[in-house]
């Protein structure tokens, strides 16, 4: 059985033994191909190249984009901070107008105050006396009773 199966193997095996006849016709198709292979390498050479080129050229529109965007960012911040420094300047300025007013109305007050309290004070005195005057008049209205009399119809005993 053994001797069977190499037998057939052996005998399937003859025809992959035998040389390949090669043609005139298997020549040309192969000069053909070899000749289309080297076209298309040498447009996928053209084709680098190309990529190449229009890819240097987007890098250095991206660049140019780039710098464009750098300065108007550069010319933004610069606006930025002038309007920041204005703004402080209107602060200031504000807070220093309204510090002058309340100064300007405290100056005013005490202005508008100073002759109510030298008056205020002149009355001080004037009840001092009336007092004292109220008080002598009290001692005497002990002594003399029509007087004292007076002065509880005024409530001033």
């Keep these: 059985m053994v001797g069977i199966l190499l037998g057939l193997l052996l005998w399937a095996q003859e025809p992959a033994n035998q040389p ?3 043609t005139l016709a298997d020549r040309d198709r192969l000069v053909r191909l070899e000749e289309r292979v080297a076209n298309m390498e040498k447009e996928l050479a053209l084709f680098r190249e190309q990529y190449r080129q229009e890819m240097a050229e987007l890098r250095a529109q991206l660049a140019r ?3 464009r965007h750098d300065s108007s960012i550069g010319d933004l911040r610069t606006q930025l901070a002038h309007m920041q420094s204005r703004s402080d300047t209107q602060f200031y300025t504000l807070l220093t107008i309204l510090i002058g007013f309340i100064a300007f109305l405290l100056w ?3 202005k508008a105050l100073a002759p109510m309290e030298a008056k205020v004070a002149e009355l001080q005195k004037d009840a001092d006396k009336l007092s004292r005057l109220v008080q002598s008049l009290r001692e005497y209205a002990r002594t003399h009773p029509d007087l004292a009399e007076i002065l ?3 409530e001033l005993v």
């Design 20 to 22: 390949v006849p090669y």
């Design 65 to 67: 984009m780039e710098s």
């Design 108 to 110: 005013d007050r005490r």
């Design 152 to 154: 509880r119809r005024y």
